[in-house]
């Protein structure tokens, strides 16, 4: 056998931030214990499995490796045990346990970015039950590179009323959320603002007066100057792959009298606009304008930098889960299942971003993982026992 893999005791017992955790089995049932499975599905998601048949086959190949912290009094469970198992587990439940160990690995600081967005998981739809695919809302800790928590969208809504239930789950002292159009909701920044954080909003056609008053802001402003307004202006350029893109922000405080037109919007300090312009090769250049209202002082580089980092969780979540976990090509549709399988994904995807000692993708630390059971344990940053 090989020699035991063992991280310094100072880390975090993952072990007992899913204590807690609830058995949904009925006790004749259980033939495997539920932290058993749990551990084991952790371990092979991070290692590259991407269904509970492979979750099965990894347990089957480290069976030595996990017995060293795993009672396993039945050996490795099967495939449907697993799967079953997941399928009931409360979502709330599991991701409360999530969220005790994201908390011993996230440093929370003043001023640190939440970005917050929607992802479908395209083939979890069951057509025959009549069950649409699901439909997630997660908030991303930018700088952590670690997903604080996720929300399914219930059927029979959007993401706007997932956002606020969301949004209860964070601890938002100090932090600036960031989010797209879809949460440019009077409730949601109060809800932002009530909880200690800042807000920056996209502001589309969705919140139609507001959107129109900030839009004649900007032009008639861009025509005199800004005179009588606190403005500031900043650009940047960023070059790769063929093309440059130059964004120039301008940010305005608030008048008072778009604050007097447009009341409820707890907090609203400034208002930015954000003009890109794309050059891909030889071909004619591409523009767009976009709006945002923030409860930030008109600072117009720290509202840039709020912006642009939003889009870290397209890059660094969405994307990866996509082409590294194979997300939207996952079958898991039952119950609860898709829903936490989901989870782990993502706690997988920002661990394994969070690992820096290897500069390598995270498709390729998915297979270090699976190959080094010491490199796994790193990148758990936790002792599973």
């Not at 993952?14 to 495997?32: G, Q």
């Not at 190949?61 to 396993?72: A, M």
């Not at 439909?135 to 009323?161: G, P, Y």
């Not at 002292?173 to 109060?190: P, Y």
């Amino acid at each position: 056998m090989a020699p035991t893999a063992r991280l310094p005791k100072s880390r975090v017992c993952l072990r007992r931030c899913f204590a807690d955790l609830a058995d949904p089995r009925r006790e004749h049932n259980r033939l495997h214990n539920l932290w058993d499975i749990v551990a084991l599905t952790i371990c092979a998601v991070v290692a590259g499995a991407d269904s509970f048949v492979e979750v099965e086959e990894y347990g089957v190949n480290k069976e030595d490796f996990l017995g060293t912290f795993l009672e396993l009094p039945n050996g490795i469970p099967s495939h449907d045990t697993i799967g079953r198992v997941f399928a009931l587990i409360d979502p709330g439940a599991f991701q409360r346990c999530f969220a005790t160990w994201v908390a011993a690995l996230a440093e929370a600081t003043d001023g640190r970015l939440i970005a917050i967005d929607g992802k479908t998981c395209r083939h979890s739809f069951d057509t025959a039950r009549g069950k649409p695919a699901l439909h997630l809302v997660s908030a991303w800790a930018t700088a952590n590179r670690l997903v604080l928590a996720q929300r399914a969208v219930d059927q029979k809504s959007n993401e706007i009323t997932a956002m606020p239930e969301l949004l209860e789950l964070l601890d938002l002292t100090g932090a600036v959320v960031t989010i797209d159009a879809m949460g440019c909701q009077k409730e949601i920044a109060h809800k932002i603002v009530e909880k200690g954080g800042d807000y920056v909003l996209g502001l589309k056609e969705n919140q139609e007066s507001l959107y129109a008053a900030v839009q004649e802001l900007f032009v008639e402003g861009l025509e005199d100057d800004f005179a009588g307004l606190e403005y500031s202006y900043h650009k940047t350029v960023d070059h790769g792959h063929g093309r440059a893109e130059t964004r120039h922000y301008h940010a305005v405080a608030a008048p008072q009298e778009l604050l007097e037109r447009h009341p409820g919007w707890l907090g609203l300090r400034s208002v930015v606009m954000v003009f890109s312009e794309r050059q891909v090769g030889h071909e004619e250049a591409t523009g767009e304008t976009r709006f945002f209202v923030s409860s930030m002082p008109a600072k117009v580089k720290r509202l840039a930098r709020a912006i642009r980092g939003h889009w870290g969780i397209e890059n660094s979540l969405h994307w990866v889960l996509d082409v590294s976990f194979g997300e939207d090509a996952s079958r898991v549709r039952k119950d609860h299942g898709p829903e936490n399988l989901a989870l782990l994904r993502r706690m997988a995807a920002s661990l394994l971003q969070k690992e820096t000692s290897r500069k390598v993708g995270v498709k390729c630390k998915r297979h270090k993982a699976g190959w080094s059971d010491t490199y796994l344990l790193k990148v758990l940053g936790a002792r599973l026992a």
